[in-house]
């Protein structure tokens, strides 16, 4: 009984580390090879063409560049949203409930319903296709709010009210005792939030291909390159891509229990 | 001070209403505009969802593709929690590998997946490994190619699932399973009869959370199969939108999912109204 959980655990994990063993080998294999029939199951020869192939594409550069601008940009203006709505959550039920239903909503909505607006609004406002992904920023943000939100309030209740208000007797400003006194507390629970926004963002396709259609990130980027048979140069883009978001998963790993990742409270 | 501390939450509702609210309405004006004309209120854009057969087909797929991959997903990482709860060797690591799926950015998953199941990929070279036939994966339409959005969706979204009910599993105090066992229940009984009832609402909580997504599956039939492979509502309003710059189909197809959407989350958002409560 125990022998055969054992071999069934390992059949499983052997089977979902295929996806990512394969875009590894095929970033390192030559594209000939990549295209060879049978295909290889291990690199024949090894090569780091694909990767300077990448340096070397031009609009690769600045798809990784506009790709980090954004996820950095709705990190910030999803924690400046987020920071002060969670503390309020946390300590006024009336607030809280607003709050919890408008970004469960938001978490809901599908991406196309908003983003065919979305274009036609960012038009008229020229940052449709902004080199510098600024309608596509702000769109993140708004995908990216209950994953802090949800977090950062149960961060929040968990800090006692009364470390609070003692603060507040000691003649701190309501600003200071929240910097001074509650912010160091929750800071686990910002760096995990702050971390989770980021890939949110650096993961996100839908809205990155109606919004960015010839300033494009790497999602979109990916897409057209693995659609039209590019099978090295899009491994090596999506072995970068994968790299910062593999590494956050796995260092969030304790803290993604329930329904963190999925974006939800609890 | 009451209502100075309410302050707090205005930068957010004030986003809100700008990102939120306001493209929201925006989506249902111009799902009711005739964008040729450009009358306004019209249902020319509903006549064209309704006289065109890949609509049709979209709708039946928005249907079909959510309800067999969330319960896919729902049985697989049921399955998988329950043998990562035991005490294994390496479970830890054993954890971290089966979230890897989720870890990797739905695009890339997609782009391996493609490579996966062209006539030319792994899949193909395993079955003739095996001595099998290749087999023609994605044709457009055919079930076969629903299965496969179907299987590489849920191979996806599973960890989510799996990493809901494993909390749920923890939070299972070890006594009651214990006190099962001594009044002689044996595992699959303990399981049946004290694991299942109490991993219920985690259960119900992932169906929902897991249901709602669902209805919104656009990147795994698009990279995988086109626009006309296996199509939802989203990738035809993708469609109608890039191919044929028809904002209005766009957005009445977009206006017919978030109804869909808003009708089925009802449950979801009340069971939070009263958790919150």
Not at chain 1, 83 to 108: E, G, K, M, S
Not at chain 1, 144 to 173: H, I, N, T
Not at chain 1, 177 to 196: C, D, E, I, K, M
Request: hydrophobic share 60%.
């Amino acid at each position: 009984m125990r022998r055969t959980l054992v071999v069934v655990a390992l059949a499983l994990a052997g089977a979902d580390l295929v996806p990512l063993v394969l875009v590894v080998k095929q970033a390192v294999t030559p594209e000939r090879e990549s295209f060879a029939w049978p295909p290889t199951w291990l690199p024949g020869t090894l090569t780091a063409e694909n990767f300077r192939a990448v340096t070397a594409a031009v609009e690769l550069g600045r798809g990784f560049a506009l790709s980090a601008t954004v996820a950095a940009l709705t990190v910030a203006a999803t924690l400046a949203l987020v920071l002060p709505a969670a503390w309020l959550a946390a300590r006024r039920p009336r607030a809280d409930r607003r709050l919890d239903t408008v970004l469960t909503a938001a978490r809901l909505l599908p991406a196309i319903a908003l983003a065919v607006p979305l274009a036609t609004i960012f038009v008229a406002l020229g940052l449709y296709n902004h080199p510098a992904g600024i309608g596509l920023w702000l769109t993140h943000t708004l995908v990216a709010l209950p994953f802090a939100f949800f977090p950062l309030r149960a961060a929040f209740r968990a800090v006692p009210l009364e470390l609070e208000e003692a603060a507040l007797l000691d003649g701190a400003s309501p600003i200071g005792a929240f910097v001074r006194v509650t912010l160091p507390l929750v800071r686990p629970a910002l760096g995990a939030a702050a971390l989770l926004v980021f890939l949110v963002s650096w993961d996100e396709f839908a809205y990155a291909l109606l919004l960015q259609v010839t300033h494009r990130p790497l999602p979109p980027l990916l897409y057209y390159l693995a659609a039209f048979g590019h099978p090295g140069l899009a491994s090596a883009v999506a072995t970068i891509m994968l790299a910062p978001a593999v590494a956050v998963v796995i260092l969030l790993e304790p803290a993604l229990r329930g329904g963190v990742l999925a974006g939800s409270g609890r | 001070m009451r209502d100075r501390r309410a302050l707090l939450a205005a930068p957010l509702a004030g986003y809100l209403v700008l990102l939120l609210a306001y493209p929201t309405v925006f989506a249902v004006k111009l799902a009711f505009t005739d964008t040729v004309a450009g009358r306004f209120p019209s249902l020319a854009s509903f006549r064209v969802l309704a006289t065109d057969p890949l609509f049709r087909r979209a709708l039946v797929g928005n249907v079909v593709l959510p309800v067999c991959t969330v319960a896919l997903e729902l049985a697989t990482g049921l399955a998988m929690a329950l043998l990562l709860a035991a005490p294994l060797p390496a479970r830890r690591l054993l954890r971290a590998i089966v979230v890897l799926p989720f870890a990797l950015p739905e695009i890339v998953f997609l782009a391996i997946m493609r490579w996966v199941f062209t006539s030319r990929g792994y899949a193909n070279a395993a079955l003739a490994e095996l001595g099998l036939a290749p087999v023609d994966w994605l044709v457009p339409g055919r079930p076969l190619t629903y299965a496969v959005v179907v299987a590489v969706d849920a191979w996806h979204t599973t960890p989510i699932v799996f990493l809901m009910l494993l909390a749920a599993l923890a939070a299972i105090p070890d006594e009651i399973g214990e006190a099962a066992r001594l009044d002689g229940a044996g595992p699959v009984q303990r399981l049946v009869h004290v694991t299942l009832p109490l991993l219920r609402p985690a259960l119900a909580g992932a169906l929902l959370l897991r249901g709602v997504d669902a209805l919104r599956i656009f990147a795994t039939p698009l990279v995988l199969a086109g626009v006309e492979g296996a199509p939802v509502l989203s990738t035809y309003a993708y469609h109608q939108w890039s191919d044929y710059g028809d904002d209005g189909a766009a957005a009445a197809a977009g206006v017919v999912l978030a109804v869909a959407t808003v009708v089925l989350s009802l449950p979801l958002l009340r069971r939070r109204a009263e958790a919150v409560r």
